[in-house]
C-alpha cells in the first residue's frame, strides 16, 4: 500500500461524504440525526445498522460492524486500505501520488493478485479441456441442455478432469507453489495425498466478480457422484454472501429489472434465451450482502425460484430480505415447470416473457401461500385466514399503502373492501399480533463477549464526548486521557483530549483512520457508538454522567495504586490529590448544558 500523508488521508475523507457513499450501496432512511438501515454484514429483518452524518462513522448494534468511509468500503468491497483510498479518491476527483508499498503491503498484494492468476489459469485451463477429447462428456452435457457454442464460450465453461491431481500437477508447472495453491480454494494439501485437487470429473462454471475477474467455480458432477453440485470455498478474492453468479453481464442490462434464479444452469438458459438480466446466488440462500449487491444495480427484482416446495421456501425468505433494502419485488409463476431452464426448453422465451408481464406482487404471492395452510370450505379456517391477512397488513405504516393492498386482497379474496379494513383497523387498536423476534444469528454478535462495567463506562463517556462538545469543561479537573485504563480505549482517549485541545472540537472518523487493523477499526466505532438505557430527562443524564465519572476515576486510582512503583514519590502524591478530588466530586453537581 503507497504511504499517504494523514492530511491526505483526510482530505479524502473528508470529501466523501459518508452517508452519500454508504447509501450507494445501502437503503438509507433517516431517523433523527442519524440513518438507518438494514446490515450489509449480517442478515437481519429490523434495520440495526446506523450511519452518523455529524461523525461521519457506521456501526451496526446488533453485529458491532463500525468504522469510517475508509473501513466500510474495505469491508464491502473487500479492499486494501490502498484500494479503498484509490477508490474514493477517484469518486470525488482526487489524484493520489505513486508511492512505493511497504514488504508487507506489497506480499499481501501481491498474494490477491497471484490468487486472482491462479484461477484465471484454471478457468483456461478448464475451458480448453472441454474443448479435448478428455471433456467429451462434460461437452456432450452441456449440449444436451440445449446450449449453443456461443452460450458456452459466453460463460466459459469447461470441465475439470477425471485425475484427482490434474489441475495441480498443471498449476505447479506454471511456477504456483503449494504455499499459495493452498489459498486459492482449488487444491487441497496433505502429508499422505500430496495435492489433490477440488474439483475433478465435473461440469466446470467459472463465477466472475463484477469486474469480469475470476473468483472461484462451481462444479456439476459427471455421473453420480456426491455432492451433485460443488463451489469453490471462502478466500481472499471470494466471497459468495457478496457476489452474484452472471452479475458481470447482467448488470449492464437495458431491462428494468434483475431477474433472480436458483442456479447456474437457469442463469445460462435465461442468458441465452435472450433475458440477460439474469442472476443466481452462489449455492447459499440469499442475504442481506446479495440484497445491496443488487441495489445497486435495480430497484426491480422479480423472484424466478423452482416452482416445488423448497423454491417457494427459499422465495418467502427472499422478499423481506429484498424489501429491507428499498427493492421492489415480484415472483414469476413458472407452474406446470420446475425451473426457467425447463420452462424455457417446453414454451420458449416468448412464453417466458408472458410470465414476467404476469409476475405477481411479493405481498400477494405471500398471502396465496399462506392460503394453502388453510380450509377455505371450512367457515371457521377461512375466518382465521382473514385475520391472519388482517395481521400481515398491519406490516404497512402508511396509510394510503395499507388501503391500497386492502383493496387489492379485498378483490382477490372477494371480500367486502370495508369488511377487510375493519378488520384490519380493529387488529391495530388491540395492538396487532407480535411475533417473538429470532435471536440474531451473526458471527460477530454470538462471539461477542460480554463487556465488563469499567469497559462500559469508559466508552459511554468517550461517546458523550464526541456527541457533546461542551462536557470537556464539565469534566475538566476530575478526568484526563490517563483515567481511561483499556490500552484501546486510552489511545483513543489521547487522540480525543488533544484534538479537542487543539481545535476545540472532535473528529472521529479521522481517529479511526489512525487505526490500520479492521477488527480495531470496528472496536473504536464501538467505543463512539455506545449507549445506555433507560436514561430519560435531564436529572437522570446528569446522574448517568456524574456515576460514570466517579467509576471511571476511582478505577483509575485503585489502577496506578496497584502498579506504582515503590520510589515513586510524585506518582503517589498525585494519587493522594486525585482521592481528594474524588471526595470532593462526589459531593458536586455536574450539568450536562
Request: glycine share 6%; with cysteine; proline share 3%.
Given at each position: 500500500?503507497?504511504?499517504?500523508?494523514e492530511?491526505?488521508?483526510?482530505?479524502?475523507?473528508?470529501?466523501n461524504?459518508?452517508?452519500?457513499?454508504?447509501g450507494?450501496?445501502?437503503?438509507?432512511?433517516?431517523?433523527g440525526?442519524?440513518?438507518?438501515?438494514?446490515?450489509?454484514?449480517?442478515?437481519?429483518?429490523?434495520?440495526?445498522?446506523?450511519?452518523?452524518p455529524?461523525?461521519?462513522?457506521?456501526y451496526?448494534?446488533?453485529?458491532?460492524?463500525?468504522?469510517?468511509?475508509f473501513?466500510?468500503?474495505?469491508?464491502?468491497?473487500?479492499?486494501?486500505?490502498?484500494?479503498?483510498?484509490?477508490?474514493?479518491?477517484?469518486?470525488v476527483?482526487?489524484e493520489l501520488?505513486?508511492?512505493?508499498?511497504?514488504?508487507?503491503?506489497?506480499?499481501?498484494?501481491?498474494?490477491?493478485?497471484?490468487?486472482?492468476?491462479?484461477?484465471?489459469?484454471?478457468?483456461?485451463?478448464?475451458?480448453?479441456?472441454?474443448?479435448?477429447?478428455?471433456?467429451?462428456?462434460?461437452?456432450?452435457?452441456?449440449?444436451?441442455?440445449?446450449?449453443?457454442d456461443?452460450?458456452?464460450?459466453?460463460?466459459?465453461?469447461?470441465?475439470?478432469?477425471?485425475?484427482?491431481?490434474?489441475?495441480?500437477?498443471?498449476?505447479?508447472?506454471?511456477?504456483?507453489?503449494?504455499?499459495?495453491?493452498?489459498?486459492?480454494?482449488?487444491?487441497t494439501?496433505?502429508?499422505?495425498?500430496?495435492g489433490?485437487?477440488?474439483?475433478w470429473n465435473?461440469?466446470?462454471?467459472?463465477?466472475?466478480?463484477?469486474?469480469?475477474?475470476?473468483i472461484?467455480?462451481?462444479?456439476?458432477?459427471?455421473?453420480?457422484?456426491?455432492?451433485?453440485?460443488l463451489?469453490?470455498?471462502?478466500?481472499?478474492?471470494?466471497?459468495k454472501?457478496?457476489?452474484?453468479?452472471?452479475?458481470?453481464i447482467?448488470r449492464?442490462?437495458?431491462?428494468?429489472?434483475l431477474?433472480?434464479?436458483?442456479g447456474?444452469?437457469?442463469?445460462?438458459?435465461?442468458?441465452?434465451?435472450g433475458?440477460?438480466?439474469?442472476?443466481?446466488?452462489?449455492?447459499?440462500?440469499?442475504?442481506?450482502?446479495?440484497?445491496?449487491?443488487l441495489k445497486?444495480?435495480?430497484?426491480?427484482?422479480?423472484?424466478?425460484?423452482?416452482?416445488?416446495?423448497?423454491?417457494?421456501?427459499?422465495?418467502?425468505?427472499?422478499?423481506?430480505?429484498?424489501?429491507?433494502v428499498?427493492?421492489?419485488?415480484?415472483?414469476?409463476?413458472?407452474?406446470?415447470?420446475?425451473?426457467?431452464?425447463?420452462?424455457i426448453?417446453?414454451?420458449?422465451?416468448?412464453a417466458y416473457?408472458?410470465?414476467?408481464d404476469?409476475?405477481?406482487?411479493?405481498?400477494?404471492?405471500?398471502?396465496?401461500?399462506?392460503?394453502?395452510?388453510?380450509?377455505m370450505?371450512?367457515?371457521?379456517?377461512?375466518?382465521?385466514?382473514?385475520?391472519e391477512?388482517?395481521?400481515?397488513?398491519?406490516?404497512f405504516?402508511?396509510?394510503?399503502?395499507?388501503?391500497?393492498?386492502?383493496?387489492?386482497?379485498?378483490?382477490?379474496?372477494?371480500?367486502?373492501?370495508?369488511?377487510?379494513?375493519?378488520?384490519?383497523?380493529?387488529?391495530?387498536?388491540?395492538?396487532?399480533?407480535?411475533?417473538?423476534?429470532?435471536?440474531?444469528k451473526s458471527?460477530?454478535?454470538?462471539n461477542?463477549?460480554k463487556?465488563?462495567?469499567?469497559?462500559?463506562?469508559?466508552k459511554?463517556?468517550?461517546?458523550?464526548?464526541?456527541?457533546?462538545?461542551?462536557l470537556?469543561?464539565?469534566?475538566?479537573?476530575?478526568?484526563?486521557?490517563?483515567d481511561f485504563?483499556e490500552?484501546?480505549?486510552?489511545?483513543?482517549?489521547?487522540?480525543?483530549?488533544?484534538?479537542?485541545?487543539?481545535?476545540?472540537?472532535?473528529?472521529?472518523?479521522?481517529?479511526?483512520?489512525?487505526?490500520?487493523?479492521?477488527?480495531?477499526?470496528?472496536?473504536?466505532?464501538?467505543?463512539?457508538?455506545a449507549?445506555i438505557?433507560?436514561?430519560?430527562?435531564?436529572?437522570d443524564r446528569?446522574?448517568?454522567?456524574?456515576?460514570?465519572?466517579?467509576?471511571?476515576?476511582e478505577?483509575?486510582?485503585?489502577?496506578?495504586?496497584?502498579?506504582?512503583?515503590?520510589?515513586?514519590?510524585?506518582?503517589?502524591?498525585?494519587?493522594?490529590?486525585?482521592?481528594?478530588a474524588?471526595?470532593?466530586?462526589?459531593?458536586?453537581?455536574?450539568?450536562?448544558?
Open positions: 500500500m503507497p504511504y499517504y500523508s492530511e491526505l488521508i483526510e482530505e479524502v475523507r473528508s470529501r461524504d459518508i452517508v452519500d457513499v454508504i450507494s450501496y445501502v437503503h438509507l432512511q433517516k431517523k440525526s442519524t440513518y438507518f438501515g438494514l446490515c450489509p454484514f449480517h442478515n437481519e429483518k429490523t434495520g440495526s445498522f446506523s450511519v452518523s455529524n461523525k461521519q462513522m457506521y451496526c448494534f446488533g453485529c458491532g460492524a463500525g468504522g469510517n468511509v473501513t466500510f468500503m474495505m469491508q464491502y468491497e473487500n479492499f486494501t486500505f490502498g484500494e479503498a483510498m484509490q477508490s474514493l479518491a477517484d469518486r476527483g482526487i501520488p505513486q508511492q512505493e508499498m511497504t514488504t508487507a503491503q506489497k506480499r499481501e498484494a501481491d498474494k490477491r493478485t497471484k490468487l486472482l492468476e491462479i484461477n484465471k489459469e484454471a478457468a483456461k485451463y478448464f475451458y480448453r479441456l472441454l474443448r479435448s477429447p478428455r471433456g467429451q462428456r462434460a461437452h456432450d452435457y452441456f449440449k444436451n441442455r440445449a446450449l449453443s456461443e452460450t458456452m464460450q459466453k460463460f466459459g465453461l469447461g470441465y475439470s478432469d477425471q485425475y484427482s491431481d490434474d489441475l495441480y500437477r498443471y498449476l505447479r508447472s506454471r511456477g504456483y507453489d503449494d504455499e499459495i495453491l493452498k489459498e486459492s480454494g482449488l487444491v494439501i496433505d502429508e499422505v495425498r500430496g489433490h485437487d477440488k474439483f465435473r461440469a466446470m462454471f467459472p463465477i466472475m466478480d463484477v469486474h469480469n475477474r475470476v472461484g467455480f462451481g462444479g456439476r458432477v459427471m455421473g453420480d457422484g456426491e455432492p451433485k453440485y463451489n469453490s470455498p471462502e478466500t481472499k478474492i471470494f466471497d454472501s457478496r457476489n452474484l453468479y452472471g452479475l458481470n447482467a449492464s442490462t437495458r431491462k428494468n429489472q431477474l433472480l434464479c436458483e447456474y444452469m437457469d442463469v445460462i438458459a435465461l442468458h441465452q434465451a433475458f440477460d438480466n439474469a442472476v443466481a446466488s452462489l449455492g447459499t440462500a440469499l442475504t442481506s450482502g446479495h440484497a445491496s449487491l445497486r444495480y435495480t430497484k426491480e427484482v422479480y423472484l424466478t425460484y423452482d416452482s416445488d416446495g423448497a423454491g417457494v421456501k427459499a422465495a418467502l425468505r427472499a422478499i423481506p430480505i429484498l424489501k429491507e428499498g427493492i421492489m419485488t415480484k415472483v414469476i409463476n413458472m407452474r406446470p415447470y420446475k425451473d426457467p431452464d425447463e420452462f426448453k417446453a414454451l420458449g422465451a416468448d416473457q408472458e410470465r414476467i404476469n409476475a405477481q406482487n411479493s405481498f400477494m404471492f405471500e398471502i396465496r401461500v399462506m392460503q394453502d395452510r388453510y380450509d370450505n371450512d367457515p371457521e379456517s377461512k375466518t382465521a385466514f382473514y385475520n391477512i388482517a395481521n400481515k397488513l398491519l406490516s405504516t402508511e396509510e394510503l399503502e395499507r388501503n391500497n393492498y386492502i383493496q387489492a386482497v379485498a378483490e382477490e379474496y372477494h371480500i367486502a373492501f370495508d369488511d377487510l379494513r375493519k378488520l384490519v383497523n380493529n387488529l391495530a387498536l388491540k395492538g396487532g399480533i407480535v411475533k417473538p423476534q429470532a435471536p440474531l458471527g460477530i454478535n454470538e461477542k463477549k463487556e465488563d462495567g469499567m469497559k462500559q463506562s469508559q459511554l463517556l468517550l461517546t458523550w464526548l464526541v456527541e457533546n462538545n461542551t470537556f469543561e464539565r469534566i475538566k479537573g476530575y478526568i484526563t486521557a490517563d485504563t490500552e484501546l480505549y486510552h489511545r483513543v482517549a489521547v487522540e480525543v483530549f488533544s484534538q479537542f485541545e487543539t481545535t476545540h472540537a472532535v473528529n472521529p472518523a479521522k481517529i479511526v483512520s489512525m487505526f490500520t487493523d479492521e477488527e480495531e477499526q470496528r472496536d473504536v466505532a464501538g467505543i463512539f457508538n449507549t438505557h433507560k436514561v430519560e430527562g435531564r436529572n446528569e446522574t448517568a454522567l456524574k456515576e460514570t465519572i466517579l467509576r471511571i476515576k478505577n483509575s486510582i485503585n489502577y496506578r495504586s496497584q502498579h506504582l512503583a515503590p520510589t515513586d514519590m510524585d506518582g503517589l502524591m498525585k494519587i493522594v490529590e486525585d482521592k481528594r474524588l471526595e470532593k466530586l462526589q459531593n458536586l453537581n455536574i450539568s450536562i448544558d
